[in-house]
Protein backbone atom coordinates (compact mmCIF):
# COMPACT_ATOMS: atom_id res chain seq x y z
CA UNK A 1 0.00 0.00 0.00
CA UNK A 2 2.50 2.41 0.83
CA UNK A 3 4.48 1.72 -1.98
CA UNK A 4 1.49 3.41 -4.37
CA UNK A 5 0.72 6.24 -2.06
CA UNK A 6 4.21 8.20 -2.19
CA UNK A 7 4.01 8.16 -5.43
CA UNK A 8 0.65 9.45 -5.53
CA UNK A 9 1.15 11.71 -2.80
CA UNK A 10 4.30 13.01 -4.53
CA UNK A 11 2.37 13.43 -7.59
CA UNK A 12 -0.42 15.35 -5.88
CA UNK A 13 1.77 17.67 -4.06
CA UNK A 14 3.83 18.39 -7.55
CA UNK A 15 1.09 19.60 -9.30
CA UNK A 16 -1.05 21.26 -6.39
CA UNK A 17 2.22 23.82 -6.16
CA UNK A 18 2.93 23.90 -9.26
CA UNK A 19 -0.45 25.68 -10.19
CA UNK A 20 -0.62 29.36 -11.42
CA UNK A 21 -4.76 29.67 -11.69
CA UNK A 22 -6.54 32.51 -10.74
CA UNK A 23 -9.88 32.03 -8.58
CA UNK A 24 -13.54 32.41 -9.31
CA UNK A 25 -14.59 34.66 -6.99
CA UNK A 26 -18.15 33.55 -6.75
CA UNK A 27 -17.18 30.12 -5.59
CA UNK A 28 -13.47 29.93 -5.52
CA UNK A 29 -12.52 27.57 -7.51
CA UNK A 30 -9.33 27.37 -9.83
CA UNK A 31 -9.82 28.78 -13.42
CA UNK A 32 -6.99 28.69 -15.76
CA UNK A 33 -5.99 31.52 -18.28
CA UNK A 34 -5.87 30.20 -21.25
CA UNK A 35 -5.93 33.75 -23.22
CA UNK A 36 -2.47 33.57 -24.37
CA UNK A 37 -1.40 30.83 -26.83
CA UNK A 38 -3.26 28.17 -28.71
CA UNK A 39 -5.97 26.35 -26.41
CA UNK A 40 -4.75 22.78 -24.89
CA UNK A 41 -0.96 24.01 -25.72
CA UNK A 42 1.39 25.39 -22.75
CA UNK A 43 4.90 26.84 -23.63
CA UNK A 44 6.93 25.38 -21.00
CA UNK A 45 10.48 27.03 -20.17
CA UNK A 46 13.21 26.44 -17.30
CA UNK A 47 13.70 28.92 -14.88
CA UNK A 48 17.19 30.11 -15.83
CA UNK A 49 20.20 29.55 -13.26
CA UNK A 50 23.02 32.09 -13.04
CA UNK A 51 25.94 29.89 -12.83
CA UNK A 52 24.29 26.47 -14.15
CA UNK A 53 27.27 25.20 -15.05
CA UNK A 54 29.58 22.29 -13.18
CA UNK A 55 30.71 25.37 -10.78
CA UNK A 56 27.47 26.12 -9.60
CA UNK A 57 27.85 22.84 -7.97
CA UNK A 58 30.66 23.72 -5.16
CA UNK A 59 29.52 27.18 -5.04
CA UNK A 60 28.15 28.05 -1.73
CA UNK A 61 25.89 30.26 -2.76
CA UNK A 62 23.95 28.26 -4.91
CA UNK A 63 21.38 25.97 -4.19
CA UNK A 64 23.26 23.24 -6.16
CA UNK A 65 25.89 23.40 -3.26
CA UNK A 66 23.41 21.85 -0.76
CA UNK A 67 23.60 17.94 -1.74
CA UNK A 68 21.19 16.57 1.57
CA UNK A 69 17.38 16.26 1.87
CA UNK A 70 16.49 15.48 5.38
CA UNK A 71 13.55 13.66 6.34
CA UNK A 72 11.33 12.95 9.73
CA UNK A 73 12.23 9.98 12.12
CA UNK A 74 11.03 6.91 10.55
CA UNK A 75 9.61 8.53 7.24
CA UNK A 76 10.52 8.60 3.17
CA UNK A 77 8.50 11.70 2.35
CA UNK A 78 10.06 14.71 1.12
CA UNK A 79 9.42 17.61 3.15
CA UNK A 80 8.21 21.38 1.44
CA UNK A 81 11.14 22.71 2.60
CA UNK A 82 13.03 20.23 0.31
CA UNK A 83 10.83 21.00 -2.73
CA UNK A 84 13.10 23.92 -4.24
CA UNK A 85 16.38 21.85 -3.53
CA UNK A 86 15.31 19.08 -5.45
CA UNK A 87 13.51 21.46 -8.58
CA UNK A 88 17.31 22.42 -8.79
CA UNK A 89 18.90 19.56 -8.80
CA UNK A 90 16.34 18.40 -11.82
CA UNK A 91 16.65 21.38 -13.64
CA UNK A 92 20.34 20.97 -13.45
CA UNK A 93 19.88 17.30 -14.42
CA UNK A 94 18.32 18.12 -17.23
CA UNK A 95 19.97 20.78 -18.52
CA UNK A 96 22.95 18.57 -18.22
CA UNK A 97 22.06 15.03 -19.78
CA UNK A 98 25.66 14.09 -19.24
CA UNK A 99 26.41 14.07 -15.77
CA UNK A 100 24.76 11.11 -13.26
CA UNK A 101 23.89 10.98 -9.64
CA UNK A 102 24.24 8.87 -6.89
CA UNK A 103 21.28 9.50 -4.23
CA UNK A 104 22.44 7.64 -0.97
CA UNK A 105 19.78 6.87 1.87
CA UNK A 106 20.75 7.19 5.43
CA UNK A 107 19.42 6.83 8.48
CA UNK A 108 19.51 7.14 12.06
CA UNK A 109 21.02 4.33 14.69
CA UNK A 110 17.73 4.46 15.78
CA UNK A 111 16.05 0.62 14.51
CA UNK A 112 18.05 -2.79 13.17
CA UNK A 113 20.42 -2.61 10.73
CA UNK A 114 17.90 -4.91 8.35
CA UNK A 115 15.15 -1.89 9.28
CA UNK A 116 17.40 1.05 8.87
CA UNK A 117 18.92 -0.39 5.14
CA UNK A 118 15.26 -0.74 3.65
CA UNK A 119 14.46 2.83 5.12
CA UNK A 120 17.48 4.22 3.60
CA UNK A 121 16.36 2.78 0.16
CA UNK A 122 13.02 4.57 0.48
CA UNK A 123 14.73 7.59 0.59
CA UNK A 124 16.75 7.10 -2.04
CA UNK A 125 14.21 6.15 -3.96
CA UNK A 126 11.78 8.99 -3.30
CA UNK A 127 14.55 11.23 -4.17
CA UNK A 128 15.09 9.29 -7.01
CA UNK A 129 11.89 9.85 -7.97
CA UNK A 130 11.01 13.03 -7.36
CA UNK A 131 13.97 14.09 -9.85
CA UNK A 132 12.67 11.87 -12.36
CA UNK A 133 9.06 13.01 -11.84
CA UNK A 134 10.51 16.69 -12.71
CA UNK A 135 12.23 15.95 -15.98
CA UNK A 136 15.28 14.09 -15.24
CA UNK A 137 16.12 11.04 -16.85
CA UNK A 138 16.00 7.68 -14.93
CA UNK A 139 19.16 6.37 -16.85
CA UNK A 140 21.36 9.91 -14.88
CA UNK A 141 19.96 8.73 -11.29
CA UNK A 142 21.26 5.54 -8.97
CA UNK A 143 19.73 5.30 -5.34
CA UNK A 144 21.49 3.07 -2.85
CA UNK A 145 21.48 2.86 1.04
CA UNK A 146 23.92 3.20 3.14
CA UNK A 147 21.37 2.42 6.03
CA UNK A 148 23.18 3.81 9.37
CA UNK A 149 26.76 3.29 8.15
CA UNK A 150 27.50 6.55 6.95
CA UNK A 151 26.07 9.33 9.71
CA UNK A 152 26.90 12.74 9.76
CA UNK A 153 27.01 13.08 13.51
CA UNK A 154 27.87 10.69 15.46
CA UNK A 155 26.18 11.70 18.98
CA UNK A 156 23.27 9.65 20.38
CA UNK A 157 21.04 12.91 20.66
CA UNK A 158 17.94 13.91 18.48
CA UNK A 159 19.58 16.68 17.03
CA UNK A 160 22.48 14.49 16.00
CA UNK A 161 19.61 11.44 14.56
CA UNK A 162 18.20 14.50 12.50
CA UNK A 163 20.97 15.20 10.92
CA UNK A 164 21.14 11.50 10.01
CA UNK A 165 18.11 11.15 8.27
CA UNK A 166 18.71 12.14 4.82
CA UNK A 167 19.03 11.25 1.49
CA UNK A 168 22.57 12.62 -0.23
CA UNK A 169 22.99 13.39 -4.26
CA UNK A 170 26.18 12.78 -5.39
CA UNK A 171 27.51 13.94 -9.05
CA UNK A 172 29.78 12.15 -10.81
CA UNK A 173 33.26 12.11 -10.06
CA UNK A 174 32.18 12.57 -6.14
CA UNK A 175 31.05 9.22 -5.52
Known amino acids: MKKFVLPALLVTLLA ?3 STGTF ?3 GGTAVEDRSTGA ?4 TVTAPSMAGSGIAALTDP ?3 LSKRSVFFDFDQFVIKPE ?4 VEAHARFLVQNPQMK ?3 QGNTDELGSREYNLALGQK ?4 VRQALTLLGAKESQIESVS ?3 EKPRCGESNESCFAQNRRGDMLYSGEF
Open 16 to 18: ACS
Open 24 to 26: DQA
Open 39 to 42: PGVA
Open 61 to 63: NNI
Open 82 to 85: ARPL
Open 101 to 103: MLI
Open 123 to 126: RADA
Open 146 to 148: LGE
